[in-house]
């Protein structure tokens, strides 16, 4: 379906489709976001007077915009809408009509409720594709039940795999799960896309918080699939691989990942102890696993007598993969950071230049781009109304005056 482009910005590899973003909170407008990203239309339907609930969410605030909002709400435009009452539901029936795929984090049977179902899908817009992102998925005992992150961060067995060795179990310091879910809600879409093309034929497309926090275990999963041993916390150490893990340095800690045994190799010899190469202790991966708390201490009483940059330069050179302990502002101030355009400045209609993370990925030919910086509640119902659903100026002041809009 085309759509009208906000400027000049070459065609995006989405350029033409349209999504209607019906989510809230963060993994629903981050697949939203990424699918904009692409050069898709999107338009957020949000609720009359508060809008999405992360408009309030903070602080810091940008004006009246909060940080989390414009974290992940670029590249769409906002419109309100109560889509409770009949009126509503006449604007959201047009809107999915002209669209090619329909996102939504609703409770589980909300869009059934307003008869907005598969069925009605089928029967009145049988190419859109449509995404539900839940908590639990639509079978199951808990199906239906609301999805945080944080719980099902704890649920999924994630928790029990960070933190200290002997502490108590952490969550990621984002919302990783919300994150990684609207990704994956993000990719099945583009899927589904794809076998349209096929197909002539929209789908459904489920994506749980409960099915991604599990699948996030991977390999940690697998490794109790095979051995039937539970996993448990290793701090920063890797259940699988050692030396995989930080040390203290005379002036704070490093990161060092050792993958093979060549690695290794170089590692102790730069660390003077070339002998332990051949030691029956440490010379293959599965050995280091075995003897990893007296290889780590060793590594560690090495380490201490330098600073992190003295480390850092010789391990590099020694190519062994290392790295610095950043907070979140020195990565955000990193060099390669702004080399790969990774914090990108927007001029918002309130909050002035709004500066915000960079597109995490590239295309050749159909450029990702950032066209409209995140939307002010409402900022774009009549453009919207008037342009993509053509209602007249009276039929949309009606529409205001009714509490519709």
């Known amino acids: 379906m085309s759509t009208q482009r906000a400027d000049a910005q070459p065609a995006g590899a989405l350029d033409g489709l349209r999504v209607l973003d019906l989510t809230r909170i963060l993994a629903g407008p981050l697949c939203t976001m990424m699918l904009g990203d692409m050069g898709a239309d999107i338009i957020k339907v949000e609720p009359l007077g508060t809008g999405d609930d992360t408009r309030t969410w903070g602080p810091p605030f940008a004006a009246q915009e909060s940080a989390y909002f414009l974290g992940v709400n670029r590249n769409k435009r906002s419109i309100t809408l109560n889509m409770a009452v009949e009126p509503g539901q006449e604007i959201l029936a047009k809107l999915i009509a002209q669209s090619d795929v329909l996102v939504e984090n609703f409770k589980v049977g909300t869009l059934e409720k307003w008869g907005f179902g598969n069925d009605w899908l089928a029967a009145h817009a049988p190419r859109v594709i449509r995404c539900s992102i839940t908590g639990y998925g639509s079978s199951g005992p808990k199906a239906g039940l609301p999805g ?25 310091g984002v ?38 926090s599990l699948a996030m275990l991977a390999n940690v999963a697998s490794n109790h699939l095979v051995s039937g041993r539970d996993a448990r916390r290793f701090g920063n150490g890797h259940p699988n691989i050692v030396p995989y893990t930080t040390y203290p340095v005379s002036d704070g800690r490093i990161a060092i990942a050792v993958g093979n045994d060549s690695q290794f190799a170089k590692l102790a010899a730069l660390v003077s102890n070339p002998e332990w190469a051949t030691d029956s202790r440490f010379a293959t991966n599965p050995e280091r696993v ?8 060793a590594i560690a009483e090495r380490l201490a007598h330098h600073t992190a940059e003295f480390w850092l330069e010789a391990l590099t050179a020694a190519g062994i993969p290392c790295g610095r302990i950043n907070s979140v502002e020195q990565a955000l101030n990193d ?35 950032i066209r409209r910086a995140p939307p002010t509640l409402g900022q774009h119902t009549e453009e919207v109304l008037r342009d993509e659903l053509e209602l007249s100026d009276a039929r949309i002041d009606a529409l205001r005056t009714a509490g519709v809009i």
């Open 148 to 172: 945080y992150d944080f719980i099902l961060q704890a649920e999924s067995g994630l928790m029990s795999i960070c933190g200290a060795p002997d502490g108590e179990p952490m969550k990621y």
């Open 175 to 212: 919302a990783i799960v919300d994150v990684c879910t609207g990704m994956l809600a993000s990719n099945s879409i583009l899927a589904a896309l794809q076998a349209r093309h096929r197909t002539g034929r929209g789908q459904h497309v489920e994506v749980s918080l409960f099915d991604t």
């Open 290 to 297: 075995a003897n990893r708390e007296a290889l780590d201490a």
């Open 335 to 369: 060099p390669h950071t702004a080399a790969r355009e990774m914090v990108r400045s927007v001029p918002h209609p309130s909050a002035g230049e709004v500066k915000m993370l960079g597109i995490p990925f590239r295309f050749s030919d159909t450029p990702a781009s």
